[in-house]
């Protein structure tokens, strides 16, 4: 019964080990999560107008960098109007990407003049930079 126990337990700690499909932290280089809420999504697109594949996080050396990002998600039309698809590319500077240091990008919108806004927040959570979209 033990045996069957280790045997479910290895296999559980192998399926968890597979669901991660990012590579690990670079402590030579920041590293930057990217968020958004609900059923919208941001990706990663670029770094200092570069392409960037990963889609889901950069990891950039210390020192300024342009992240490029593209933001899609719904807008709501109004009462008994179905929501709009829109979508936003930012490209968004910061001077002071310090080593070992972890980043966060959120993206979010509201219904103001500045439409969809993006967020670099440092691991206290304190915003560091600020980009929007405009109107929607």
């Not at 020192?63 to 709009?84: C, K, M, R, V």
Request: hydrophobic share 40%; proline share 6%; glycine share 12%.
């Amino acid at each position: 019964e033990s045996a069957m126990w280790r045997c479910l337990a290895g296999m559980s700690l192998a399926l968890l080990a597979g669901c991660s499909n990012l590579p690990p932290h670079d402590p030579a280089q920041a590293w930057v999560d990217i968020e958004a809420y609900g059923d919208n999504q941001l990706l990663a697109t670029q770094v200092d107008g570069q392409p960037w594949a990963a889609g889901e996080f950069f990891q950039v050396t210390p020192g300024s960098h342009t992240l490029g990002t593209n933001f899609q998600y719904w807008t709501d039309a109004g009462y008994g109007h179905e929501p709009l698809a829109q979508s936003c590319d930012f490209a968004l500077s910061y001077a002071g990407f310090r080593a070992d240091h972890e980043y966060q990008l959120v993206a979010g919108w509201g219904p103001s003049p500045e439409g969809a806004w993006l967020r670099l927040l440092n691991e206290r959570g304190d915003q560091l930079a600020y980009d929007t979209c405009g109107d929607f």
